[in-house]
């Protein structure tokens, strides 16, 4: 075999050795979740739960219950007093949000067809995992702790708001969930001048 130049021979003996396709086998080979993205999960259950808090008060304004408005009645709900209810509501809210945040890391880690990073994967596994928070958790407690504090509160106007707090709840936990997917697998993605094998 003959060679033009003194390029085309290290052309050759760099493809002899595979060394030309060591930085694709790199990038495939990092593509996958390598452990618990539990930092880009807390963080996506806290800026998820501040959105969707914000939701709630501005539904709660909509609704004339004013922004503190739910949190307080589910914190009633569960027995705290008129000074102390919306307080409770409140970190019962955030403290869900971030333990859902980590059941949510811990479940994408553990099942391995979702351990591929991308984007997409990211937002459809969220939205998913917001909706099974809305009808596996919210759902419940609304029926249960919510619904008749309102009725207690309001009589029987809270019948007549019920199915639009339902509705807000639902936008709420739904994107929640997008920006809880999103979080936890953008903060997994390998960083530029991560040593291979190993998840920023």
């Known amino acids: 075999m003959t060679f033009n130049s003194k390029e085309e021979l290290m052309d050759h003996a760099t493809n002899m050795h595979g060394m030309g396709k060591q930085p694709e086998m790199e990038s495939k080979q990092e593509t996958g979740l390598r452990r618990i993205p539990i930092g880009g999960a807390v963080l996506g259950g806290v800026i998820g739960g501040i959105v969707m808090a914000i939701i709630l008060a501005a539904g709660g304004m909509m609704l004339g219950t004013g922004a503190a408005g739910m949190f307080m009645m589910i914190g009633m709900g569960l027995g705290a007093g008129m000074m102390t209810a919306t307080l ?43 909706i099974i928070v809305y009808l596996v958790f919210f759902l419940p407690m609304a029926m249960k702790v919510l619904a008749p504090t309102m009725m207690h509160l309001m009589g029987p106007k809270a019948s007549m708001i019920l199915g639009t707090v339902l509705a807000i709840a639902f936008i709420g936990h739904l994107l929640y969930g997008l920006i809880l997917g999103f979080s936890t697998f953008f903060f997994a993605r390998p960083r530029v001048g991560t040593p291979r094998g190993v998840t920023a």
């Open 88 to 130: 409770v509501g409140l970190v019962l809210h955030f403290v869900v949000a971030i333990v859902t945040g980590l059941i949510f890391g811990i479940s994408v880690y553990a099942i391995k067809p979702f351990r591929n990073i991308s984007s997409a994967r990211g937002l459809g596994l969220g939205a998913l995992y917001g």
